[in-house]
């Protein structure tokens, strides 16, 4: 049988005996000296180290509030379709960022007289052309 060891009306350890008597015994002897228990009693289902026996009335100790596990927001994985959508957005948006760069780095080029216009790429003389003939016509609106 499960037996409580009792301090001040709290069950502070258990252990199991073949009778009550005997665990009355180990008490009498001071087996639970060092913890200086009151007593013992028989331990009824469901009730442990925590809970309370007042006058023969076993209390549950209060349990505290446990917050069950939200469930993460899932997101929905994206269909075959947005996702080559998604692809052939930033492959585009790759594209341009790179005929930018091209541009402004042959303009750069151009306009240092390292390279001649005609030796740029054909996909990038028309853009290139237009960038120095922009860069041309802000520095005659400053002055310069």
Do not use: C, R
């Given at each position: 049988m499960n037996i409580?060891?009792?301090?001040?009306?709290?069950?502070i350890n258990a252990a199991v005996f073949d009778d009550i008597e005997t665990a009355r015994q180990f008490h009498e002897?001071?087996?639970?000296?060092?913890?200086?228990?009151?007593?013992?009693?028989?331990l009824p289902d469901g009730f442990g180290i925590g809970d309370s026996y007042?006058?023969?009335e076993w209390v549950k100790k209060p349990q505290p509030e446990i917050d069950e596990p939200q469930e993460p927001e899932t997101v929905p994985e994206p269909s075959l379709e947005e996702k080559v959508?998604?692809?052939e957005k930033e492959i585009s948006e790759l594209?341009?960022?790179?005929?930018?760069?091209?541009?402004?780095?042959y303009m750069r080029l151009v306009s240092k007289d390292i390279i001649d216009i005609e030796k740029i790429p054909d996909n990038l003389?028309?853009?290139?052309?237009?960038?120095?003939?922009?860069?041309?016509?802000?520095?005659?609106?400053?002055g310069g």
């Open positions: 409580a060891i009792i301090k001040e009306n709290e069950v002897m001071g087996v639970w000296a060092e913890s200086a228990a009151d007593g013992v009693a028989e007042l006058g023969g959508a998604q692809l594209k341009k960022s790179n005929a930018e760069f091209q541009t402004d780095f003389k028309e853009n290139v052309t237009l960038e120095i003939n922009k860069t041309v016509d802000v520095k005659k609106n400053e």
